[in-house]
């Protein structure tokens, strides 16, 4: 009778010692839960990056669709010879394209800055994701 209470003494020690890693398993299960939220917004960012780059490279490609038809207008004109007011309307919409070509640049500056930094982040998580592995049995 000794021996079984010996026996089950050591199977509640046992018992506590599992219910400590199952309690650790749970915190690791939530890290991981918080690492899958990041990483889930941080695809939702690359998403909308992605967006913005398909708007953008349509917006690209609608300027340069103006721009081979201003080349014809500036054939059209030197055919014609134009007026002043011609040359001043036609200076007054490449103003316009310029400047819509500068606020792109600028936006796609921005995209470029912001893409750096999520890369940051996203080798970080990595590292740490690498340094946690070995925790777990993971290779």
């Known amino acids: 009778m000794k021996k079984l209470t010996e026996h089950d003494e050591h199977f509640e020690k046992i018992d506590e010692h599992f219910e400590k890693i199952d309690e650790r ?7 991981f839960e918080k690492i899958d939220e ?3 917004k941080i695809d939702e960012r690359f998403v909308r990056v992605d967006e913005r780059f398909d708007r953008l490279e349509k917006q690209v490609d609608l300027i340069a669709i103006k721009v081979v038809e ?3 207008q500036f054939r059209s004109i030197k055919e014609n010879m134009a007026t002043k007011d011609d040359i001043r309307e036609i200076a007054m919409t490449l103003d316009i394209i310029v400047g819509l070509q500068r606020k792109r640049d600028q936006e796609m500056s921005m995209i470029v800055h912001g893409m750096k930094r999520h890369e940051g982040r996203i ?3 990595e590292t740490e994701a690498k340094r946690l592995n070995p925790a777990f049995g993971l290779g």
């Open 123 to 125: 080798e970080k998580l």
């Open 25 to 31: 398993f749970e915190k690791i299960d939530e890290h």
């Open 38 to 40: 990041r990483f889930e």
């Open 70 to 72: 201003h080349d014809e």
